[in-house]
């Protein structure tokens, strides 16, 4: 019982840090989660186990793009890309910035979605630059986008993963059933957004003449970039078939960041500034944290209470709802970690097996409502403060977010009861 009050205690602790914006946020998280490793609050949380703890997978991941993207910024290839994107929305800020969603959850829907970000961040901030407009809004709207693309299939978002090796669903299965209300809920969001961004349009000039310039004359290095961009593609195909491959996500990620160093001839020194080690250790210390919830039964016994509801169409709709409340304040791996022995339990009792579709949607969809929501939450605003030196607070990121939440949950709401009704 000292454990569990101790382990809440440290992650109540963690949760005010971040909301408070406090200095040194992720050395804090860090603290805490070596804390609890410290006062043994679970058995699992050893050095012997801390690859159980801690995803290296995830962090792996994020080290090599980290590499790559940055090496990619050294060339000016990002410049060049947000001058082509400008010129496909007609110097129009609220076609460009759908646009630029659309794309964002197009390739979210084939690669991770973290991975995309770190693909468009830097794009999203130029055209935010050059329209003059907050660069926090328009990284949010990306990071909207990256989850809904994400959820659209079993690859493009972490939890869908989960959820896809322990139900055995098929991969086309996760299409056909998530993809149509994915796409459904970022055509409705474009069509928000339209009226949403064109309250700024004071800056369009700007963004014409950014369209207006020669997108070649960016490039400072064509040779270099010509190699980095073979590198990245491969990197890219590779992910899109590693499990075909049998070759996990972080390694590829860092034999493509390898490689991209030594084409670039830069050594691990030149390139440490542009590494977002305050994102990987904040990681590292959530890891630790929710790993010690949930080995404690904190977690699992707020969840077990789900079992209670007999009524279908009720427990489809409080799960789609409460997947998002967890995902959103508890990040969407370790909520659907959590609930997905639920769904089992209640699949085998002779529920019908579109309850996986709801924690799903709920995940995907409640990862969009605070910055700790999901991995790209955090490694988005890690990077608006790296490229533009500005943070969007907790009561920010929920303004911005929260009416395309709330549309995307009724939709999904919808949907789900329409599914089991039709019994497909």
Do not use: C
């Not at 989660?33 to 991941?61: M, Q």
């Not at 590499?67 to 001058?83: C, D, E, P, R, Y």
Request: aromatic share 10%; no cysteine.
């Amino acid at each position: 019982m000292i454990k569990q009050i101790v382990a809440m205690f440290l992650f109540l602790m963690a949760y005010y840090v971040i909301i408070s914006r406090a200095q040194r946020t992720s050395v804090k998280v860090f603290l805490l989660g070596l804390v609890a490793a410290v006062l043994k609050l679970s058995e699992g949380l050893t050095i012997e186990n801390i690859s159980r703890v801690i995803d290296f997978n995830t962090i792996g991941l994020l080290l090599g793009m980290m590499i790559i993207v940055s090496i990619l910024k050294s060339t000016g290839f990002f410049q060049m890309a947000s001058v082509y994107a400008v010129r496909l929305g007609k110097g129009d800020l609220g076609k460009t910035v759908s646009l630029l969603m659309f794309f964002i959850a197009i390739l979210s829907a084939l690669l991770d979605n973290v991975t995309t970000l770190l693909i468009f961040a830097p794009i999203l901030f130029l055209v935010s630059d050059a329209a003059e407009i907050e660069p926090s809004r328009v990284l949010v709207l990306g990071v909207i986008a990256s989850n809904v693309g994400g959820m659209a299939t079993m690859i493009g978002d972490p939890p869908n993963i989960v959820i896809g090796n322990s139900s055995g669903l098929s991969f086309v299965s996760f299409i056909v059933h998530l993809a149509p209300v994915a796409f459904l809920v970022l055509f409705i969001s474009l069509k928000m957004l339209g009226r949403k961004v064109s309250a700024d349009r004071a800056s369009e000039k700007g963004l014409k003449e950014l369209a207006a310039t020669n997108p070649k004359e960016a490039i400072t290095d064509k040779k270099l970039l010509s190699r980095i961009a073979a590198i990245f593609v491969a990197t890219i195909l590779a992910f899109a078939f590693h499990e075909a491959l049998k070759i996990d996500m972080a390694f590829i990620a860092l034999l493509g960041a390898a490689l991209s160093l030594i084409v670039a001839r830069k050594s691990f020194e030149d390139v440490a500034k542009e590494i977002e080690w305050d994102t990987l250790f904040f990681f590292m210390g959530l890891f630790s944290l929710t790993h010690v919830m949930r080995e404690l039964g904190l977690l699992s016994r707020f969840a077990s209470l789900i079992s209670m509801i007999h009524s279908r169409v009720l427990l489809i709709v409080v799960l789609v709802w409460l997947s998002a409340v967890m995902g959103s304040l508890l990040s969407a791996v370790p909520t659907t970690v959590v609930l997905v022995p639920v769904v089992k339990y209640l699949v085998e009792l002779g529920y019908p097996t579109q309850l996986w579709w709801t924690i799903a949607l709920g995940v995907g969809l409640g990862a969009n409502l605070t910055p700790i929501g999901a991995a790209v939450n955090i490694v988005g605003i890690s990077l608006l403060k790296r490229f533009t030196g500005e943070s969007v607070s907790f009561k920010e990121f929920l303004r911005i977010s929260l009416h395309f939440v709330l549309l995307g949950l009724t939709i999904a709401s919808f949907y789900m009861v329409l599914m089991v009704l039709m019994g497909w």
